[in-house]
């Protein structure tokens, strides 16, 4: 039965061979908004694609720039100027035939997180501010949706699996949005780790595996080559997902 809906199984075979075919039937099953397909968004989509999670909704506003380059590796020089969503939906779909990818043109904020999240059972926050996040962070507390928070700085990324119910949100740990950063420097790899990472939650979520990052907010420092992990908890005063207030 599983078979006749994943069709050809050999692509996902070493996966399998983890996961099982159920898994596998799981992951197709599933639809994952990518939020930014910049740096973050750029690695996660295309492993999501890869393991064939069933949709996959790609959303960002910008268009293509030079200095994306060293990071975004779903563009080529041809692509300057052009919308992120529709090429990296464009060259998606060449990697994996078999699922559904959309592309939007969009800005994510307070008024359209809601219409976009209630079509997915996973956001992942491919973003490169806090406005986004809180966005993103708001509408997955209420709608029920799991949100899988990544954030990178020069050598440094970080990662939290916000389930709700079932641990803290983004502002409880981050309380008040930190000042926006124009110009973020970064060297490439590390959106790559951190988007690879926010997959890995994502699959061990969907498929069962393993035990989510829910509580703590991991820390990767690429300069000593550490990963540090800090407990983080719900607070009853939270704006968002707290009892009061
Ligand atoms: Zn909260």
């Not at 607070?235 to 997902?241: H, L, R």
């Amino acid at each position: 039965m599983e078979r006749e809906i994943l069709g050809d199984l050999e692509r996902y075979d070493r996966q399998i061979r983890i996961i099982g075919i159920q898994g596998q039937a799981k992951l197709s099953k599933t639809s994952v908004l990518v939020a930014g397909v910049g740096g973050l968004g750029c690695v996660a989509s295309t492993y999501l694609a890869a393991a064939g999670v069933g949709k996959i909704i790609l959303v960002d506003k910008g268009r293509i720039e030079k200095s994306n380059l060293n990071r975004q590796i779903l563009y080529s020089e041809k692509d300057i100027e052009k919308f992120k969503a529709q090429v990296a939906a464009e060259k998606l779909r060449k990697l994996n035939s078999e699922i559904e990818i959309e592309g939007i043109v969009a800005e994510i904020n307070d008024k359209n997180a809601m219409e976009l999240i209630k079509k997915v059972d996973i956001v992942i926050d491919g973003m490169d501010n806090y406005r986004g996040r809180f966005s993103l962070n708001r509408a997955c507390i209420k709608l029920n949706k799991i949100f899988i928070h990544g954030a990178v700085h020069g050598l440094f990324g970080q990662l939290m699996v916000i389930a709700p119910n079932k641990g803290p949100c983004l502002q409880c740990v981050i309380p008040k949005e930190p000042p926006q950063i124009d110009i973020i420097p970064i060297i490439g790899v590390i959106p790559a780790i951190i988007a690879s990472l926010e997959v890995l939650e994502a699959i061990k979520i969907i498929t069962g595996i393993g035990e989510p990052t829910i509580g703590k907010m991991i820390f990767f420092d690429g300069e000593t080559m550490k990963i540090h992990e800090i407990k983080v908890s719900k607070k009853d005063d939270c704006p968002i997902c707290g009892k009061i207030g």
